[in-house]
């Protein structure tokens, strides 16, 4: 099976470019407005972009009659956006808040989560979740899409501050993902939790380039 996308009606019933970049990590993403109105809401297109220093991005896809989302509107007008880590125990509450709410309404009580002060962001955290990062909004890369729909704002941010609790921590130092179970999503409606690791090393990695691909500070 092949078909060019945009040129050939899908040969399948479900596309499956929704489901072959798998699993995504969960950008569950909390925004105050230059108003004071905090926002939360999941996207799937997240993911981490270097080290030196730690940043990152996430794309967000406007609303179906063209109106861009509030997550990237705050981050533009305030200058930060924090992310929360999205767990199997959150799943629940990941749901409700990925609803289309009116503008106004907060997210964090539609979900029934807390929030949680942050040090350097203005917006608050989901206080339920295990490790969060504080962004400094960096700049937004607005890629034109074939539909009101299909524009998507690639939004990049410097991570200047990372929470962790405690009890997620591992007496090795690392963090106990299994214990977390981070959800992550496989398309379609379908997502998963990790409940499970194994360790790869580059053969021949040693060094400053080992230590520095586990991570060592």
């Known amino acids: 099976m092949h ?7 899908c040969p399948l019933p479900f596309s499956p470019f ?9 950008g569950w993403l909390s925004t105050i407005s230059k108003d004071g109105k905090p926002n939360l809401a999941p ?22 009659d063209g109106r861009r989302k509030h997550t990237v509107i705050n981050a533009e007008e305030t200058g930060w956006f924090v992310w ?31 929030k949680a002060p942050c040090l350097d962001a203005p917006g608050p955290r989901v ?3 295990p490790a969060h990062f504080e962004c400094r909004y960096l700049t937004t890369h607005r890629l034109k899409g074939n539909s009101n729909h299909g524009w998507v704002d690639v939004v990049y941010g410097e991570v200047t501050r990372i929470h962790v609790k ?6 090795d130092g690392k963090i106990d993902i299994p214990l977390i179970r981070p959800l992550a999503r496989l398309g379609y409606y379908d997502y998963t939790s990790i409940t ?12 400053a380039a080992a230590a520095g691909l586990e991570g060592k500070a």
């Open 3 to 9: 078909y060019s996308p945009g040129q050939e009606p």
């Open 166 to 171: 405690d009890e997620v921590i591992k007496p």
């Open 43 to 64: 996207y799937s297109q997240w993911q981490n972009l270097s080290f030196d220093p730690p940043m990152v991005m996430f794309a967000a896809n406007p609303y179906s």
């Open 84 to 114: 929360n880590m999205a767990t199997y125990d959150l799943r629940e509450a990941v749901n409700i808040s990925s609803m289309e709410w009116p503008e106004g309404v907060d997210e964090f009580e539609k979900a029934g989560v807390t």
């Open 196 to 207: 499970e690791t194994f360790e790869m090393r580059i053969p021949g990695a040693t060094g």
């Open 127 to 129: 206080a339920e979740s």
């Open 18 to 26: 929704k489901s072959c970049t798998v699993p995504r990590p969960i």
